[in-house]
C-alpha cells in the first residue's frame, strides 16, 4: 500500500518569503499521481498543484511549484512570495494510474502553514 | 467546471437521530464518489468508495451498517449516519470523479460539520 509522509507538522514564513513544504512517499509504482491540496480554515479542499510520475518537469502554478524526485520520492512545495491569505492546512496526496476505476487519494497528514505579516 | 455541491454543511442534532448528508456533481456525471471524515487538526480519512450503481466499498475499521451510502445516479451520492452519537461528531467531506479522469484530481464538496449532541 501507498503511503504519504509530511514531517512537518507546521510551518511558518514571514510574508513575501519562501517556503517550502515537504512530502515524501512510498510506492513500487512507476506511473502515478501527486497532488497538493490546501485547506484554509474554511474547511474548503482547493487543488494547488499537480505532477504526473511520467513528466520530469516540475510543475509551476503562478506562485507555486514543486520539486519532483522521482527516484527520492520526494514532491515538495515551494510557496514564493508568501500572502497571508497562503496560511492553510497543506496536504500532500499520491494516486495510483492503475486505480482507474477506485481513483483512491492518499493523503499525508498535513502541515499547517503560518504567514506572518 | 467540475463543481461538487455538499448539502448541508452544519448539522446539530441530538444523540439517536439518523442524519443524511447529500453530495452532488452539478457539472459532470460522477462515476466515482469519496466520502471522508476529518478530525480536528487532521488528515482527510477515506470511509468508504462509492461507484453508481453498485455497493460502496468501505474502508476497514469503517461501520457499514453505520453509515449508510448510497450512489443511485451519477449526480449524487448521500451518507446516512444512522442512529448518531457523540463520537460521529466530525467533518465529512465527499468528493467525485470520472473513470476517465485519469490525471484529474478530485473536486472536493464544502464538507458537513456535525456535530451530536
Known amino acids: 500500500a501507498q503511503t504519504v509522509t509530511q514531517s512537518q507538522p507546521e510551518m511558518s514564513v514571514q510574508e513575501a518569503e519562501t517556503v517550502t513544504l515537504s512530502c515524501t512517499y512510498d510506492?513500487?509504482?512507476?506511473?502515478?499521481?501527486l497532488f497538493w491540496y490546501k485547506q484554509p480554515p474554511s474547511r474548503q479542499m482547493i487543488l494547488v498543484i499537480r505532477?504526473?510520475?511520467?513528466?520530469?518537469q516540475n510543475a509551476t502554478e503562478n506562485r507555486f511549484s514543486v520539486n519532483f524526485q522521482k527516484a527520492a520520492k520526494s514532491f515538495s512545495l515551494k510557496i514564493s512570495d508568501s500572502q497571508l491569505g497562503d496560511a492553510a492546512m497543506y496536504f500532500c496526496a499520491y494516486r495510483s494510474s492503475t486505480d482507474n476505476y477506485g481513483q483512491n487519494f492518499v493523503f499525508g497528514p498535513g502541515t499547517r502553514l503560518s504567514v506572518l505579516p | 467546471g467540475a463543481v461538487v455541491s455538499q448539502h448541508p454543511s452544519r448539522v446539530i442534532c441530538k444523540s439517536g437521530t439518523s442524519v443524511k448528508i447529500e453530495c452532488r456533481s452539478l457539472?459532470?456525471?460522477?462515476?466515482?464518489m469519496f466520502w471522508y471524515r476529518q478530525f480536528p487538526k487532521q488528515s482527510l480519512m477515506l470511509m468508504a468508495t462509492s461507484n453508481e450503481g453498485s455497493k460502496a466499498t468501505y474502508e476497514q475499521g469503517v461501520e457499514k451498517d453505520k453509515f449508510l451510502i448510497n450512489h443511485a445516479s451519477l449526480t449524487l451520492s448521500t451518507l446516512t449516519v444512522t442512529s448518531a452519537h457523540p463520537e460521529d461528531s466530525s467533518f465529512y467531506i465527499c468528493?467525485?470523479?470520472?473513470?476517465?479522469?485519469?490525471?484529474?484530481?478530485?473536486?472536493f464538496g464544502d464538507g458537513t460539520r456535525l456535530s451530536i449532541l
Open positions: 505532477q504526473e510520475a511520467y513528466k520530469q
Open positions: 468528493s467525485a470523479s470520472r473513470v476517465e479522469w485519469s490525471n484529474q484530481p478530485q473536486h
Open positions: 510506492t513500487s509504482e512507476s506511473d502515478y499521481y
Open positions: 457539472d459532470f456525471q460522477a462515476t466515482t
